[in-house]
């Protein structure tokens, strides 16, 4: 299936990378206050389940400031990639005052440049609401995961409560001017993707946030 169109089962919102820059440019210096603790609880929960990562590669999709730096165990080999410049400013300046060692590029999440099978892990916090085609993305991290690893994606997706989706699809226009769409459906995304997590939890208060994981397949699908 073509990816140019997110169909709308996913989300009916669409968005522009150029955008998304513009907005995650703006606001990159204060995206720890505004975004840090009220999301961190996640955020440890998807390093604690990565377990012993030591000698591990990790790829962190939108690594942002670098707020998930940090929490990786010592001696994990970790890459980091952004679209915009200033977060990724951010995360340098981060990465200069906490002593730490990971590789860090400006790179689309939906074109990502390594070689098939190149990581353990990969990991998207917070990021598969705001890029333009979530599909496109997952299947990326899929591509570069290699058979065995494992894909973590840590998001907000839209409530499966009537009330509460319905509130979400009418909000996602004016919440992505300030960077994230509100109206993405998990259970669409997965079946679309063709990926079915091994579990998911959710994560954060309150409990609008989700954790998903999903090992890639030992031998070819
Ligand atoms: C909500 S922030 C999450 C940052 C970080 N992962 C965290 O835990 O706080 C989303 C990040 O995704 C980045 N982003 C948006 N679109 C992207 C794309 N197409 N490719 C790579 N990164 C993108 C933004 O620049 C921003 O840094």
């Known amino acids: 299936m073509s990816s140019d169109k997110v169909p709308e089962a996913v989300s009916a919102v669409e968005v522009e990378n150029v955008l998304m820059a513009r907005v995650y440019d703006n606001i990159s210096a204060i995206y720890d206050l505004a975004f840090g603790p009220v999301m961190q609880a996640g955020r440890r929960r998807a390093v604690a389940v990565m377990g ?68 353990d892990i990969v990991y998207a916090p917070y990021l598969i609401s705001v890029v333009p085609d979530p599909l496109k993305v997952l299947r990326e991290m899929r591509r570069v995961c290699r058979p065995g690893g494992r894909l973590l994606v840590l998001n907000h997706f839209r409530s499966t409560h009537p009330v509460l989706s319905r509130l979400e699809q009418g909000i996602s226009p004016l919440t992505v001017r300030i960077g994230f769409k509100a109206d993405v459906d998990m259970t669409a995304l997965f079946e679309q993707a063709a990926l079915v997590p091994d579990w998911t939890e959710k994560v954060n208060r309150p409990r609008i946030w989700t954790l998903a994981h999903y090992t890639c397949p030992r031998q070819p699908e």
Do not use: C, H, K, W
Not at 61 to 83: E, K
């Open 52 to 119: 012993d990562t030591a000698g591990q590669r990790i790829l962190e999709v939108g690594v942002g400031t670098g707020l998930n730096l940090p929490l990786y165990q010592a001696g994990t080999d970790v890459t980091g990639i952004d679209f915009s410049s200033q977060m990724l400013d951010q995360a340098e300046a981060r990465v200069a005052r906490e002593g730490l060692r990971p590789r860090l590029f400006q790179m689309d999440a939906a074109d990502l440049r390594f070689a098939d099978d190149s990581f």
